[in-house]
């Protein structure tokens, strides 16, 4: 019955020291001052905007195809009734 209340009250029975706490890793002091020394990053910055470009130009590419098929529309159409 303890341990409920004390989730409920949304912080860890053990405040200070090395204690497993649920939030997340980085409240871990031993692996926080491991990510200070490594220096590493953790997302490849150059992929997630070459990413980034791709999608841009992809939608662009899509809007062009769906111009230039409106367009296509639009002068078939045109043709068909001039027959008429």
């Known amino acids: 019955m303890r341990d409920a209340f004390s ?3 949304g912080y860890p029975r053990v405040r200070f020291g090395l204690a497993h706490d649920e939030r997340g890793r980085l409240r871990d002091p031993r ?3 491991f990510l200070a020394q ?3 990053k953790l997302v490849n910055t150059d992929l997630q905007d070459a990413l ?3 999608r841009v130009l992809l939608r662009r590419g899509a809007l062009v195809a ?3 098929a409106a367009a296509w529309i639009v002068v078939e159409s045109a043709k068909a ?3 008429f």
């Open 7 to 9: 989730k409920l009250r």
């Open 52 to 54: 980034l470009r791709l």
């Open 66 to 68: 769906a111009g230039l």
């Open 38 to 40: 490594s220096n590493r």
């Open 31 to 33: 692996f926080v001052s």
């Open 81 to 83: 009734l001039s027959v």
